[in-house]
């Protein structure tokens, strides 16, 4: 089994706690509200959706991705961190054990905030990832953070 990290920073205006709350703690309602095109429904299967859940999210009918399901390990509102790591669906395939992603909030300067992630492949065997598939994921979750983004700064009371 091999680790491949990587690391982002994005940087946006809405506020750091405002922006934990939309995509950590209101991400089973907003989520599907907002890319109801992509995203079916979000929901526990285990758990309470804190430290020890597990949380399924199935996509439309039609997609490539029909679900994928994630371990969460830490939601701490307080420091504006989460982590957590898909455990099962289609985008692991035969040659990923798992990945995991550490999410950290930060305020910037301007009253908005820094976005600081790392993922980390587990590959099972001998797979090496290609630049290309974490490229794809990359983009995915980029898509999704805008998402939120601009929804927030359109509903300044949410």
């Known amino acids: 089994m091999g680790v491949n990290t ?29 890319m109801p095109q992509v995203v079916k429904n979000i929901e526990i299967v285990e758990g309470d959706g804190g430290a020890g859940s597990i949380k ?19 939601v701490d509102d307080k420091n504006l961190v989460t982590k957590y790591s898909m455990i099962e669906g ?18 910037s300067g301007n009253g908005g905030c820094v976005c600081k992630s790392i993922t980390e492949y587990h590959t099972k065997g001998d797979y090496v990832l ?3 598939d974490h490229n794809e994921g990359k983009n995915q979750g980029i898509e999704l953070f805008k998402t939120v983004e601009v929804y927030l700064l359109a509903n300044v009371r949410t």
């Open 56 to 74: 399924k999210m199935n996509f439309v009918e039609g997609s490539p991705i029909k679900y994928l399901k994630h371990k969460i390990h830490v």
């Open 90 to 107: 289609d985008v692991l395939g035969d040659k990923l054990e798992s990945i995991f992603y550490d999410i950290k909030f930060e305020a």
């Open 6 to 34: 990587y690391t982002l920073e994005t940087t946006t205006p809405v506020a750091p706690t405002r922006l934990f709350k939309a995509l950590v703690l209101d991400s089973d309602n907003l989520v599907p509200k907002l």
């Open 130 to 132: 290609k630049e290309e």
